[in-house]
Nanobody, 116 residues
Framework: QVQFVESGGGLVQPGGSLTLSCAAS????????MAWYRQAPGKQRELVAS???????NYVDSVKGRFAISRENVKNAVFLQMNSLKPEDTAVYYC??????????WGQGTQVTVSS
């Protein structure tokens, strides 16, 4: 069963930085486009950034220039470097396939709180 374990969240002041990590138990991990998502209280889960197996990236407009997604295929890992954090970045962050198959489970996520 495919599983994702996210880590690296925490409390940070506005303007600060965090790096999130995701360990994915996926066979042939390098073939899959992966993504980070986030869900703020009372809001729907949204796509934040994605990365293809070859390293091509895409970002939602609100994080362009501040966040950077990367991956290490040999370690089945995906990362999200977050800089210049804003209070509106506060959310639970999840990783998963860019296009999760029907029935694909989600990990516990990692909480990011941006507050002074």
């Amino acid at each position: 069963q495919v599983q994702f374990v996210e880590s690296g969240g925490g409390l940070v002041q506005p303007g600060g930085s965090l790096t999130l990590s995701c360990a994915a138990s996926i066979l042939n991990f390098a073939f899959y486009e992966m993504a980070w998502y986030r869900q703020a209280p009372g809001k729907q889960r949204e796509l934040v950034a994605s990365i293809t197996g070859g390293g091509g990236t895409n970002y939602v407009d609100s994080v362009k220039g501040r966040f950077a997604i990367s991956r290490e295929n040999v370690k089945n890992a995906v990362f999200l470097q977050m800089n210049s954090l804003k209070p509106e970045d506060t959310a639970v962050y999840y990783c998963n396939h860019r296009y999760p198959p029907l029935g694909q489970s989600w990990g516990q996520g990692t909480q990011v709180t941006v507050s002074s």
